[in-house]
């Protein structure tokens, strides 16, 4: 059973930092062989993708987080992270990690609160 472990978000305030980790209890070699994403859900609305990043290192951002967020990845720890700078309050959500197998084995974790107070 594959299960994705959050961690790192609180409140801050507008202009701040704040670094999450999705650990992932999978092996390694699954893990460094897949793509891990950042998804983000408001209240009241869809949930939406902040950012993933490849098994070749490459990354893709949703236009509102470019040059605030990077998405990183350690296979040495089956950990990714999402380093949040300039936080505004337009970037509180509920955060989650995922890790998609397949249609069918697509994994979530429990997810994190981040709110950024103005």
């Known amino acids: 059973q594959v299960q994705l472990v959050e961690s790192g978000g609180g409140l801050v305030q507008a202009g701040g930092s704040l670094r999450l980790s999705c650990a992932a209890s999978?092996?390694?070699?699954?893990?460094?062989?897949?793509?891990m994403g950042w998804y983000r859900q408001a209240p009241g609305k869809q949930r939406e993708l902040v950012a993933y990043?490849?098994?070749?290192?490459?990354?893709v951002y949703t236009e509102s987080v470019k040059g605030r967020f990077t998405i990183s990845r350690d296979n040495a720890k089956n950990t990714v992270y999402l380093q949040m700078n300039s936080l505004e309050p337009e970037d509180t959500a509920v955060y989650y990690c995922?890790?998609?197998?397949?249609?069918?084995?697509?994994?979530w974790g429990q997810g994190t609160q981040v709110t950024v107070s103005s």
């Open positions: 995922n890790l998609k197998l397949s249609t069918v084995y697509d994994y």
């Open positions: 999978v092996s390694g070699s699954i893990f460094r062989l897949r793509t």
């Open positions: 990043i490849t098994n070749a290192d490459s990354t």
